[in-house]
Every structure is written in structure tokens, then in C-alpha cells.
């Protein structure tokens, strides 16, 4: 598909008001998105495990107004919140040519997370995808009052939904892309993933095997405090980055070895290639110019800590990061009970005031009705 397969006709009557609620999840990825092009298309293929408790749920409000220009309001767990409208705007102004209704209408959009919103854990992804998912349910029902018509006259499936709902949340940010599925999701094209592409992400299409079934994410949280640096202004470090050409290739290498990794439930090669990609996305960040460091002395407590247990145990356990401080646990569920044992043992002294949240991997968003 195509931008232009996005891009709905008009009939000008409009529905006068009402609300729409989605639950969507955060993703953690294991070939990790680092460095865009114009119009959020990015520099290399990435997959994610789709969570399943952290989630973000957004209600949708609209009424028909006369007035030219966006009008909405954000409330984050019933409070208002100004410094959110710019990043909001932005969003309007990218995503307006495909659904040009926004225009039509005054939002109000009342957010809540299950994270706390100052745990470090990034909510653009389930944010940004809930969003796009309740602009996707008003579309919906325009199209079912014949207002618009998309653009293939039988196309209002629901793989059509999906996709834009992916295309749109990717302009809002682009890891968000990958959390209106699950359970594994690939965004960005790739040789051996026919359905790929570069606009949204797509459900994993090969064999999986029983290994990573309900996989375990318990993620220790390192530092709350606010970034020095935003993932955006990091993805736009990697423009003239001496090694940037390097690592988009290895990035498509490791999805190809992942695919025979999925198909096989080979672990070791698993923990091989998610913690190279997360050591690989920070030493980015440490060879940029400027360069910045988002790991702290408790970040690699952890990932040594993590490593002498494996050495120790035989355990599969391993860790990612994102671009923060925090640090995710990946793990099979039949190692359940001892990581965790593990964790409150040995890491826990090491995440800030002893927070870090379990969590698996989870299959997709949620309309509420
Ligand atoms: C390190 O999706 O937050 O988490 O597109 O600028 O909003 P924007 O960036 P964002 O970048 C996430 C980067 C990452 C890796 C990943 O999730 O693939």
C-alpha cells in the first residue's frame, strides 16, 4: 500500500458528536528503531514483543464545530494538560491530509496510563497508538454513515483499520506503529518480510516457536527524572553519524537471523542479538556528535548482575534498553518464579525507590465499548 491508499474521499455532511474509547500497549523492541528520514520513515527494519500491562487508554470526545483551524483539549488522568498540545499539534498538522475531518471537529482527549507517567517509561508509543486508534473508530463511523468513503470501495476491513491505525500512530511517533497488534511486529521493510513497510507496522507472519510464548518483560525502573535527550533529537544524531551506514545494514541482519531464532526457540541466539542491539542502540548514542550517555551506574549493576547470572544458572534471562536508563527483563515463563526471586534478591537495591513492573507479552490493542 500506498500514502495515497490513505487518503479518504469526502462528502461534506459530518456527524454532530460523540466519544470513542481505545486501550492500546507500549512495545519493547528487540531490532531496535534508531535514526528516520523525512516524514517518520525509518532508517532501518525493527520488531517488537507487543506488551500487555503497560497501556495507555484514551477516550475520545467530539463535537462538530463552525470555526476554522484544530480545536481540542488533553487531560491526563483527569487533570488538563497544556504542555502536551505542541507535540498534539504536530501530530494534527502530519496526519490531517488522511484524515481531514480533525478539522470538522473540537477533541477532548482524556488520557490515563497504568505506569506512572514520571516512571521513565516512554508513553508516546501507547499514547500516540491510542490516539490514532479512536481517530481510526471515528473514521469508522463516518464511513458507516456513508460520509466518507475510503478508498477502496470494500475495503473498510479490518485489516485496512489496522493499517492505517498503524500508519497514522507512526506519525505521532514511530515505535508506536508496532503497538496496535501483537504479539511480535515488524515495521520497516525487509528483504525476507514480503509485508513489510516502511508506512506501518505488520503482525509477524512467520512460525514462532513454544519457547517464546508469554514471554516475561519485568522492566527495573533505573530513573524516573526526565531525558537529557529526546528520542527525537537522538534518530535525528544519526544523520551524518560516521558509523549510521553500518549499523542500518546489521540491523536488517539481525531481523534475517531472528526469523530462523523464532522458527527454531533458539534462546542463545536470541540473547545474542537482543543485547547486542541494545548495547549496539546506546553506543550510538555515545558516537554521536554531540554524544550523550542515557545509562546510569545502576543500568550496568544490572546487565552484569544479569550476566553472572546466566553464567551461574543456565538461566535464558536477558536485558534491552530503550533509549533510557531503564532496563527491560526479557525471560522465558517457565523461568518465571526464579527471576523474579532473582530480581527482589539482587536488583532491586538498584531500580529507584525498588519500582519495576512485570509484564508479558501481550497481543494488541482494545476497543472499549
Ligand atoms: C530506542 O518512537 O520514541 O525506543 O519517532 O521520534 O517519536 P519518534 O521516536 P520513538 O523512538 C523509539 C526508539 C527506541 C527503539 C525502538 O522502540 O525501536
Known sequence: MTEQDFIPKYSPEILSNGSVTWESPSNIALVKYWGKKENQIPA?????FTLSGCKTTTTLSYTKKMSEGYSFEVWLEGVEKESF???????FKRIEAYVPFIKEYHFKIETSNTFP????IASSASGMSALALCLMSVEKELSDVNVIQS?????FDDDYFNKKASFLARLGSGSACRSIE????????????E???DLYGVKYPFEVHDNFKNYQDTILLVDKGEKQVSSTVGHGLMHNHPFAEHRFEQAHENLSSLINVFKEGDLNAFIEIVESEALTLHAMMMTSMPYFILMKPNTLEIINKTWRYRNDTGSKLCFTLDAGANVHLLYPESESKEV???IKNELVAHCQNGQYICDQIGFGAKKIA
Open 117 to 120: 507517567h514520571s516512571s521513565g
Open 85 to 91: 498540545k505542541p507535540k498534539i499539534e504536530t501530530f
Open 151 to 155: 478508498v477502496s470501495e470494500e475495503s
Open 44 to 48: 532501518n527494519p525493527s520488531i517488537s
Open 182 to 193: 501483537g504479539d511480535l511486529v515488524g515495521w520497516g521493510w525487509h528483504k525476507d518480510i
Open 195 to 197: 509485508e513489510s513497510s
Open 340 to 342: 523474579v526471586e532473582f
